[in-house]
Antibody
């Protein structure tokens, strides 16, 4: 069974850096074709893709946020870490991590439960 | 960026009746490998998204057969043949043919 779980602070101040960790089980990020992505959802709004890292360490970012995002993986720990700099109240959202590409090509499944991050002073 | 436009944004449906959601992309979603990476996700209230359909029409494991996907190129449709109470939620189309990956605005399905 594949599971993913997001962890990190629930509250950050404006201008701070957010660090989120996705800890997963049931698969390896060293397996060809596998990826893990981050997606966020502001309260009551739609999903927005942020970043993706593949098994071969290829990294992709949303162009609108690229300057603020860094995604890394630790294969030995089964973790993917997303950092977002210069946080702003508009970044308040539930942040999800999800697996890309094993059971269903070209989409995300399964997803973690998500973690709500509030940006406020 | 490929823009994904869903219609309607809200769909009140009577239990047992069909529902249909349209998703239109601003560019063709046919990838250079010949596949079309258009998927549909369901998000029930308070839950993370769940995959229903991938590559236009492939029903994911465990998804009831009342859900079906169709379309090609830039126009895609998700159909629910007979809406059940557990189908209430927001449905998103998503494209993974080209970076950045993009989602539709979501369509809220509710019971009349």
């Amino acid at each position: 069974q594949i599971t993913l779980k997001e962890s990190g602070p629930t509250l950050v101040k404006p201008t701070q850096t957010l660090t989120l960790t996705c800890t997963f089980s049931g698969f390896s990020l060293s397996t060809s074709g596998v990826g893990v992505g981050w997606i966020r959802q502001p309260p009551g709004k739609a999903l927005e893709w942020l970043a993706l890292i593949y098994w071969d360490d290829d990294k992709r970012y949303s162009p609108s946020l690229k300057s603020r995002l860094t995604i890394t993986k630790d294969t030995s720990k089964n973790q993917v870490v997303l950092t977002m700099t210069n946080m702003d109240p508009v970044d308040t959202a539930t942040y999800y991590c999800a697996q890309l590409g094993i059971a269903a090509a070209g989409t995300f499944d399964p997803w973690g439960q998500g973690t709500l991050v509030t940006v406020s002073s | 960026d490929i823009v994904m436009t869903q219609t309607p944004l809200s769909s009140p449906v009577t239990l047992g009746q069909p529902a249909s959601i349209s998703c239109r992309s601003s560019q063709s979603l046919v990838h250079s490998d010949g596949n079309t990476y258009l998927s549909w996700l369901q998000q029930r209230p308070g839950q993370p998204p769940r995959l229903l359909i991938y590559k236009i029409s492939n029903r994911f494991s465990g998804v009831p057969d009342r859900f079906s996907g169709s379309g090609a190129g830039t126009d895609f449709t998700l159909k629910i043949s007979r809406v059940e109470a557990e189908d209430v939620g927001v449905y998103y189309c998503m494209q993974a043919t080209q970076f950045p990956l993009t989602f539709g605005q979501g369509t809220k399905v509710e019971i009349k």
